[in-house]
């Protein structure tokens, strides 16, 4: 599934875009598993492992998981796209999509660990999930178009 790229300046409403679409989502669609995570909320939400780490305790809660939440940061994407698996929708169901994902100012992420390559994130995500997210224009716009040029042509395509 190709991710939505929200772009713009500062100041120019991406945070309430996503957290409205995040809140609507919620009272409208109740049945579909909605995580938002706003990266600079607080101190440690710029940490990509934080980050990964929320999503995961949020789907925990949403599938009932009795597993842990890994704390070891080379598990954390394994398992994420593991879990996304899980909530793939039955195959009778007039509901094609089951998670929706929005990642909010990603430009904000701590650089430590190359957070910013994107290396934590899936590289494909199942057709029944929708993943948004917002950047400002600049360098790391580049590297998110980079990243989803190649994601798009190298796996979408196949």
């Known amino acids: 599934m190709k991710p939505l790229l929200v772009l713009g300046e ?3 409403g991406k945070t309430a875009l996503m957290a409205n679409y995040y809140f609507k989502l919620l ?13 600079g909320s607080t101190p440690q939400s710029s ?4 980050l990964l780490q929320f999503i995961l305790e ?3 809660q949403k599938l009932q998981l009795k597993e842990s939440v890994p704390t ?13 698996q899980l909530l793939a929708p039955p195959k009778d169901s007039s509901e094609k999509i089951s998670l929706v994902l929005i ?3 990603l ?18 995500f199942p057709s029944h999930v929708r993943v948004i997210l917002s950047t400002l224009p600049g360098r790391y ?5 980079l990243f989803f040029f190649f994601f798009f042509f190298f796996f979408q395509n196949k």
Do not use: M
Not at 47 to 50: C, D, K, L, Q
Not at 111 to 116: A, K, L, R, V, Y
Not at 141 to 145: C, L, R
């Open 103 to 105: 990642l909010d100012a």
């Open 72 to 84: 070891d940061p080379s598990q954390l994407t394994p398992t994420l796209e593991a879990w996304i």
């Open 141 to 145: 716009y580049y590297i998110f178009v």
């Open 47 to 50: 940490s990509y492992i934080y």
């Open 27 to 39: 009272k409208e669609r109740p049945n579909i598993c909605t995580i938002a995570f706003f990266i």
């Open 58 to 60: 949020s789907l925990k």
């Open 10 to 12: 500062s100041g120019g």
């Open 107 to 124: 430009n904000q992420l701590d650089p430590i660990g190359d957070s910013h390559e994107l290396h934590w994130l899936p590289f494909t």
